[in-house]
Nanobody, 126 residues
């Protein structure tokens, strides 16, 4: 069965960096667009970043542009989210998700994704 497993979350101070990983199994990784989403308590799940099947297309939420970078390594079936200059408002449960796509751009809406990980908590203290 398909599994997406996130790791790399933790408790950090404002201004610090973290790198999240998403290890995929049970699917042909390069057939899937990927996304990072986050959900803070009391808020809806929101897209953070998206990446196309071979990494040629990436897109970011305005709130993280210039601070976060999404990457993927298809040889390792792994996606990453490099998060720099973290802010308290970045505190959330971060999820990775996969969507089987034929086009270039993976969607930005959560309900269009086929598979989800369990999430990894990122907490940024001020």
């Amino acid at each position: 069965q398909v599994q997406l497993v996130e790791s790399g979350g933790g408790l950090v101070q404002a201004g610090d960096s973290l790198r999240l990983s998403c290890a995929a199994s049970g699917l042909t990784f390069s057939d899937y667009g990927m996304g990072w989403f986050r959900q803070a308590p009391g808020k809806e799940r929101e897209v953070v970043a998206r990446i196309s099947r071979f990494g040629g297309y990436t897109d970011y939420a305005d709130s993280v542009k210039g601070r976060f970078a999404i990457l993927r390594d298809n040889a390792r079936n792994t996606m990453y989210l490099q998060m720099n200059i973290l802010k308290p408002e970045d505190t959330a449960l971060y999820y990775c998700a996969a969507v089987r796509v034929s086009g270039l751009q993976p969607p930005s809406t959560p309900h269009e994704y086929d598979y989800w990980g369990q999430g990894t908590q990122v907490t940024v203290s001020s």
